[in-house]
T-cell receptor, first 114, second 113 residues
């Protein structure tokens, strides 16, 4: 079975540019989570969806960040405009409400903003 | 609110040494408890879980027991290998049906030959 798929794996961009990160959850999973990981702040939950609907976006740092889930098999996290402090590894994870809530993580996207 | 506290790291051990990584939690209700492992350059993977008090989760030689009386879920392994070098995260599920996990800060384990 394919796991959670994220693209791109690495992204290098200049400050001020728009960045779009993509995620395909495991088929049948109805929850999708976006996390950010940095050395300074550790693992942070940014936003999560249930059945394509955003449930909690309190972790989104500011208005420059937005996330969408247009269907059950695809989600995007967009940063516009990007800043150097957004440099981090961004993870997507999914789970099903029928499980004991264990989450399955993608390999992550390493974002570098110069 | 819910929280997970892990011991400070990093931890460096010699191969075949005994490992204990402490984890305590604060939660309302009866959460499920998890240990995740992150190998270099990869995403987090579920290592083991326990869904109710006194349950023992185990996988790959690692064990952890859900202790409600001490609100703990310490990770142990009798003999670590170099391949166990990774970052370990303790986590709990929020009660209710929202599937949200609360993670500890993680601890880096390095095992030297």
């Amino acid at each position: 079975d394919a796991g959670v798929i994220q693209s791109p794996r690495h992204e290098v961009t200049e400050m001020g540019q728009e960045v779009t990160l993509r995620c395909k959850p495991i088929s049948g999973h109805d929850y999708l989570f976006w996390y950010r990981q940095t050395m300074m702040r550790g693992l942070e939950l940014l936003i999560y969806f249930n059945n394509n609907v955003p449930i909690d976006d309190s972790g989104m740092p500011e208005d420059r960040f937005s996330a969408k889930m247009p269907n059950a098999s695809f989600s995007t996290l967009k940063i516009q405009p990007s800043e150097p402090r957004d440099s981090a590894v961004y993870f997507c994870a999914s789970t099903t409400g029928q499980s004991s809530y264990e989450q399955y993580f993608g390999p992550g996207t390493r974002l570098t903003v110069t | 609110g819910n929280s997970v506290t892990q011991m400070e790291g990093p931890v460096t051990l010699s191969e075949e040494a005994f490992l204990t990584i402490n984890c305590t939690y604060t939660a309302t209700g009866y959460p499920s408890l998890f240990w995740y492992v992150q190998y270099p350059g990869e995403g987090l993977q579920l290592l083991l879980k326990a869904t109710k008090a006194d349950d023992k989760g185990s996988n790959k030689g690692f064990e952890a027991t859900y202790r409600k009386e001490t609100t703990s879920f310490h990770l142990e392994k009798g003999s670590v290998q170099v391949s166990d070098s990774a970052v370990y995260f303790c986590a709990l599920s929020d009660t209710g049906a929202n599937s949200k996990l609360t993670f500890g800060k993680g601890i880096t384990l390095s095992v030297r030959p």
